[in-house]
């Protein structure tokens, strides 16, 4: 199949989230697998570090008024193509700056969807299937058919649209309509206005052929208002469309048997061995006692989504149960102060790395006992399942991804791999770590559910090949 992903960020070109980790991956996996992959997505100068090599692959292309080349970068199986309208693009990040969004990104992303179509249109034997990732390619869908400044291009391609996190939408005032020269006859109920506002995830759920999210649970969350942001009407009406498909891991990244950073590497066999030295060294290098006691771990964007507040409000009790603790983490401002607060109050029992840190990340992944993981929803979740491959016992609020991952080791002695929090709540996160500490004390039930949790497969290869199982089915 030729298929064409079209997305704002993909690994290795430029990243803000995990959204790039997954349409790099996906892409690259079935690439593997024999497909023709393209990967369509905004030329960011930044991460090329200036203009790309090469001659543009195809004519200029005018998209509603706004001038785009096309560079074309092969990277292992997969075409990138770069779109380049420097105006839009070469900026000092892909949505915005610490002190907000571009208030032109409406603008900028509607001319990206339509560039977008047209370089597919103009490649030589086109696509057999358009897969758009979240709101800043929602628009695909919904402009293929209607849109008056495309010619019909493309205009009966199969769509797939992923949701890689509700909470962003896309979300605009009215007057964008006329900015990014959006036909006005799509503000209606059956196009993109939702409460009198443009909402171009919204235009895009109505449109595309199949809907997925990250995680089957996650699918059959947001069809409630708990989770639905406002749009759990809208994803109902078209639920018959919607399923779930949980994200992989780059498994040679994420891998302690050759993790470069670790003080040790160690696999399944000398799980127990190889984890006491990680955690020494772990436990060295924040300044925490060096002691038996076990440790749990925090590697996170310091986010509400996260429950980093839960974790500040519980630090004080998760010490007084006997667990010392480390968190990785960057994000919002207040939360980072109240966790440096709660951790300066038990020196060698809580230790905080305020920062993005890569290497510290794999390290704390190694040394921990357990990762802690409250979040109020988690459409996938990378950290638990990076947790279960270097035999660290998820402990985890089970919504999203995190509920189709975990399972209990009360509730499921033979096949559980961590803890679910019971109640998401201070008081609740020290219920559920105390009851996981006592694992510790039971050696022979804990080597049997880290090496349980290692040998899970996690891949990409099962999630790709559900994804070429969804595309051969819109194909017919
Ligand atoms: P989200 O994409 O919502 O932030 P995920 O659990 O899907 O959450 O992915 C988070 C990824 O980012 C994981 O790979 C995790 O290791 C990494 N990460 C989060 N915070 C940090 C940090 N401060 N330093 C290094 N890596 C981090």
Not at 164 to 185: K, T
Not at 270 to 292: H, N, S
Not at 420 to 443: C, K, Q, T, V, Y
Request: glycine letters at 10%; hydrophobic letters at 45%; one cysteine or more.
């Amino acid at each position: 199949m030729r298929i064409a992903h079209i997305a704002s960020e993909a690994v290795p070109i430029a990243k803000t989230g995990g959204l790039a980790d997954v349409t790099g991956a996906l892409a690259k996996a079935l690439g593997r697998m024999g497909h023709r992959i393209f990967l369509v997505m905004p030329l960011y100068r930044r991460s090329l570090n200036g203009p790309p090599d090469g001659e543009p692959v195809m004519p200029e292309i005018d998209a509603g008024g706004f001038r785009f080349r096309v560079f074309r970068k092969r990277i292992g199986p997969v075409d990138y193509l770069l779109l380049d309208a420097p105006r839009l693009f070469a900026r000092p990040g892909p949505y915005g700056t610490p002190d907000g969004d571009y208030p032109d990104n409406p603008v900028r992303f509607a001319a990206f969807a339509r560039a977008a179509i047209l370089t597919i249109a103009g490649i030589a034997g086109g696509a057999d299937i358009l897969h758009c990732h979240d709101w800043q390619s929602a628009l695909v869908p919904l402009l293929l058919g209607r849109d008056p400044a495309l010619g019909g291009a493309m205009a009966s391609t199969p769509t797939v649209l992923t949701i890689h996190n509700l909470a962003y939408q896309g979300s605009f005032e009215p007057w964008v309509i006329d900015a990014a020269r959006l036909p006005r006859n799509l503000f209606t109920p059956d196009g993109f206005e939702l409460y009198g506002t443009v909402n171009y995830l919204k235009g895009g759920i109505l449109a595309a052929d199949r809907l997925t999210t990250v995680s089957p649970r996650y699918a059959q969350e947001i069809l409630t208002p708990a989770f639905g942001y406002g749009l759990e009407k809208v994803l109902t009406a078209r639920k018959d469309r919607l399923s779930g498909i949980l994200n992989g891991l780059d498994t040679a990244v994420w891998n302690p048997s050759t993790d470069p950073h670790l003080a040790r590497n160690y696999s399944r066999r000398d799980v127990t061995r190889g984890k006491r030295i990680c955690r020494t060294a772990l436990a060295a290098e924040l300044f925490l006692d060096d002691d038996d006691s076990p440790l749990v771990a925090i590697v996170s964007r310091m986010a509400e989504q996260k429950g980093i507040d839960l974790v500040a409000a519980a630090i004080d009790g998760i010490v007084a149960a006997g667990l010392r603790i480390a968190v990785l983490g960057a994000g919002d401002d207040d939360l980072q102060n109240d966790i440096v607060n709660a951790c300066r109050r038990h020196p060698g029992r809580a230790a905080v790395r305020i920062g993005y840190d890569e290497a510290h990340a794999h390290r704390s992944y190694a040394g921990a006992d357990f990762l802690l993981m409250p979040s109020r929803f988690e459409p996938c979740g990378l950290g638990q399942m990076i947790a279960l491959r270097y035999g660290t016992l998820p402990v985890v609020n089970p919504v999203g991804g995190l509920a189709d991952t975990v399972r209990d080791l009360a509730a499921e002695p033979e096949t559980g791999n961590g803890f679910r929090i019971a109640a998401l709540s201070p008081e609740g996160l020290i219920a559920a770590l105390s009851r996981a500490a006592s694992i510790i004390w039971n050696p022979s039930r804990l080597l049997q559910a880290r090496r349980r949790a290692m040998a899970e497969d996690h891949a990409w290869t099962r999630p790709a090949r559900q994804y070429e199982a969804l595309y051969a089915e819109l194909l017919g």
